[in-house]
């Protein structure tokens, strides 16, 4: 079955998805050692196995209230090295059709760099795909 495969979970009150192939693991979070002069929302680095991953709050990120973290999600923009987002709970991995993608409503992503690239309606939800590159870049 052609499609898009997809790792979802809950920032907040927002349903969001990563394609499966930028992500390379969850893992419970541990606490980050903090770094001087970090970029907004990079809440320090965790070592994992043997390398120093970032830390970004994807909450900070999409401007949502953080509490204790739930899970990270280790993903990987295309061009770029491994980071561990933080996000509430991780759900499951889904598949959607090609078709079953929808741009997002241009009002809806301002005026910034676009971090949703296409919304999804799945049973009584809209799941958001987050574009990672963009994301990092805010």
Known sequence: MEGLQV???TVGPYQCALEILAVREIIEPSAPSPVPNAAPGVEGVIELRGAFLPVVDL???L?????????????????????ALVVDTVHDVRRWA??????????AIGA???????????????????????????
Do not use: H, N, W
């Not at 009584?124 to 805010?138: F, H, N, R, S």
């Open 63 to 83: 401007g949502v209230t953080a509490g204790p973290p739930g899970k990270y999600v280790v993903a990987q923009p295309r061009s770029g090295e491994r980071i």
């Open 59 to 61: 909450r900070k990120r």
């Open 7 to 9: 790792v979802c979970f």
């Open 112 to 138: 910034g760099p676009p971090c949703v690239s296409g919304v999804v309606k799945q049973d009584d939800e809209v799941v958001m795909l987050l574009d990672l590159a963009q994301l990092l870049l805010q």
């Open 98 to 107: 090609k078709d079953a993608l929808s741009a997002p409503p241009a009002l």
